[in-house]
């Protein structure tokens, strides 16, 4: 366990690090770091001919870099790599020709690669590492001019800036019912939340091989009482690590929001003592692929007493795609921009999905809507044109409905992992578009309608 801890506290500094270092093209540095020189310092005695093993390289893998990542060595030919991982999470070293080791966090793992002439780039090959940072080169003595080493096939760190073209062929997108889910009954609720990996589109036309709580984008909401016992029965169905991190909680960073490997289950238990909209997402490094990737969704705890009936009760969680290719995870190297620019900024996981299939309210009615803004990068300014709202309540601050002052709400501003219950009642049938209202992410899908009585305010 001690170790576990260290290597989180590692992971956490290691994903700060990596975010303040992926952007652009790698630093060149005056003078090589001490452990490349150590490295370079390495020199195989002579050319062994006949396949013998030249010599050791050791790499140390954390969250998410390798040390050192250039290395060079004298000659061409067989070398022991060892690699030893002080990270939080599984990595591995995978180079241009194929040949790969795994190795659990703590623990070593050693493989042979032959080292051509040309020297041999080699990366971590689970999603999101290389763009994070984690590549690297075995260079054979001084390389001439001009040459290059064969490349990472799938492991490149340039941006992709470009979006894909929409696919005709693209399966249809499946309607996410906004409806908010009843409060669940009882005191103690086990839930089963699977993680599951799967293709998902996410506006007309596109793919993204996302990963899931549920096998949703976002993952089922949870609706509980104050003080109720929540248990999250995780099962990872899927082919990489996660975790899970309920701010509806409190416990330690390295207690709960443990790495689940792939066929390993984690129940994360919570008493949930304070009301309000509440994020959950995938904590596993880099957490911002993750989120980007689909990892996140919404808690609700009731306040004391619970919350009286309304006549329409929704449930919307604003976030970003962030493409790569068709049927590929979302682009880390886009999401992580310092200036992001998502394809997609969507309700509920898909682009435009209420815009193309209205949701019916109540004329006259109370509407209440959950929102909670998952990001991972980009605020919500959540309004529902022709309405004003009179009654917000906002991380813990209320603006309550009949208020000595008469003050109303035109929009609430959700940084991400923000959340709101809002009230708001249609004054007449017609149709009520609700967007964020950065209107450059309107036309990115950010909008949706709400239709009261027939939609026709004339008739
Ligand atoms: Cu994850």
Redesign the pocket.
């Known amino acids: 366990m001690t170790r576990m801890r260290a290597s989180l506290l590692i992971a956490v500094v290691s994903l700060v690090a990596a975010a303040c270092s992926s952007a652009g093209a790698a630093p060149k540095w005056t003078f090589p770091p001490a452990q490349a020189q150590e490295a370079a310092a390495f020199q195989s005695p002579a050319a062994q001919p006949g396949g013998e093993i030249l010599g050791l390289i050791e790499i140390t893998a954390a969250d998410l870099s390798f040390s050192p990542s250039a290395v060079t060595v004298a000659l061409a030919g067989a070398y022991t790599v060892k690699l030893t991982n002080t990270g939080a999470i599984q990595h591995n070293i995978t180079f241009a020709d194929g040949t790969s080791a795994v190795a659990d966090p703590g623990q070593t793992a050693s493989v042979t690669v032959h080292v051509p002439g040309g020297g041999l780039m080699f990366s971590c090959s689970i999603p999101g590492h290389a763009q994070a940072g984690m590549t690297g080169s075995i260079t054979v003595g001084t390389m001439p001019m001009g040459s290059t080493m064969p490349g990472m096939p799938g492991a490149s760190s340039a941006p992709t800036t470009a979006t894909p073209s929409a696919d005709p062929n693209a399966p249809a997108y499946v309607l996410r019912d906004a409806t908010a889910p009843a409060v669940l009954p009882g005191t103690v609720h086990d839930v089963d939340l699977p993680?599951i990996e799967k293709d998902i589109t996410v506006a007309k036309g596109f793919v993204v091989h996302a990963?899931t709580f549920g096998g949703t984008v976002p993952g089922p909401v949870i609706r509980v009482h104050l003080g109720d016992t929540v248990r999250v029965h995780l099962t990872n169905q899927?082919t990489?690590?996660?975790?899970?991190d309920f701010h509806a909680s409190q416990t330690a960073m390295n207690h709960q929001m443990v790495e689940i490997k792939p066929g390993e289950t984690f129940t994360y238990t919570f008493t949930a003592d304070y009301a309000g909209v509440w994020m959950y997402h995938?904590?596993?490094a880099p957490?911002l692929?993750?989120?980007a990737?689909g990892?996140f969704g919404m808690v609700i705890v009731e306040p004391k007493g619970g919350l009286p009936e309304v006549d329409n009760e929704f449930a919307f969680v604003q976030s970003e795609w962030y493409l790569g290719a068709q049927g590929e995870p979302a682009d880390y190297s886009k999401a992580s921009s310092g200036a992001p620019a998502p394809d997609f900024v969507v309700f509920n996981g898909i682009a435009n999905q209420y815009k193309d299939n209205p949701i019916q309210v109540t004329t006259k009615g109370r509407v209440r809507v959950f929102v909670l803004d998952a990001g991972p990068s980009i605020d919500s300014s959540y309004h529902v044109v022709g309405t004003i709202f009179d009654q917000v309540i906002k991380e813990g601050v209320a603006l309550l409905r009949g208020n000595a002052g008469g003050w109303g709400a035109q929009a609430v501003d959700l940084s991400p992992a923000q959340g709101a219950i809002i009230e708001f009642s249609p004054r007449e049938d017609g149709m009520y578009p609700f967007v964020t209202h950065a209107f450059n992410f309107v036309v990115r899908g950010a909008i949706g309608i709400f239709m009261a009585g027939d939609g026709d305010p004339l008739n």
Do not use: K, R
């Not at 990489?240 to 899970?244: A, C, E, L, N, W």
């Open positions: 993680i990963w899927g990489m690590s996660h975790s899970i995938c904590g596993t957490a692929h993750h989120i990737n990892m």
